[in-house]
Each structure stands twice: as C-alpha cells, then as structure tokens.
C-alpha cells in the first residue's frame, strides 16, 4: 500500500471518527448505536496503519484475497447492525402498542367522569 493512499484513508478514518463524536455530542445519537461505528472505524484505521494483520487473518481464515475479508466482515457487520435495529424496532412497537392501549383506557375512563359529572349536576 502506497504512503498516498495510507495518509489518505487515515484522514478518512478521522474525519469519519470526528463525524460520529460530533452526533453523540449533538445529543443526536445514542452511544449503543455509535459505538459499533467507531469500533469499525478504530479496527480500520489499525488495517489502514498494519495492512499485514489482514494479510494474517485472511491466512488464518482461508480467505484467497484481503479484499475479500473485507467484504466478508462488512457483510457479518452489516447482517448484525440489521439484526440488532430488528430487535429496537420489535421493542419500539411493543412499547408503542403498550401506550395505545393505556391511553384508550385513560380516554375512556375520562369520558366515564365527564358523564357523571354531568348526570350529577
């Protein structure tokens, strides 16, 4: 790997890392969301500084080419982000389901006070 191309990615790799410190600053993601994120980010800045450990676990793994491991562990990642937001998602419609049953017994009981109180009067 050129020294072009390594001071290159390590620039990507900082300003990708400052993007994802900005947005849990920003209060605009939480840090279980992020963290996944900038763990991939630190792993590839240390590819990007040692491109021998690809080399090793691509060997290691059986793996022809280093481009390959790459695709493959992206593809793995990716498969467990989708994974994981599945399971928010499930919780989210259950919580939501949770509340639009509550706030139908509160409507309901409401209206149920406004008829005796107006019956009372």
Do not use: H
Not at 71 to 80: E, K
Request: proline residues 2%.
């Amino acid at each position: 790997m050129s020294i072009r191309l390594k001071i290159f990615l390590f620039v990507i790799w900082i300003l990708i890392f400052l993007f994802l410190i900005m947005k849990l600053k920003s209060k605009k993601a939480d840090i279980k969301y992020i963290l996944p994120w900038l763990f991939v980010d630190m792993g590839l800045m240390v590819i990007t500084v040692f491109p021998g450990i690809l080399t090793f676990f691509c060997r290691l793994f059986g793996i022809e080419t280093p481009s390959n491991m790459l695709f493959f562990f992206g593809l793995v990642f990716l498969a467990m982000i989708v994974f994981s937001m599945t399971l928010v998602i499930s919780k989210q419609n259950s919580q939501i389901r949770d509340l639009a049953q509550r706030l139908a017994l509160y409507d309901d009981k409401e209206k149920d006070m406004d008829t005796v109180t107006e019956t009372g009067s």
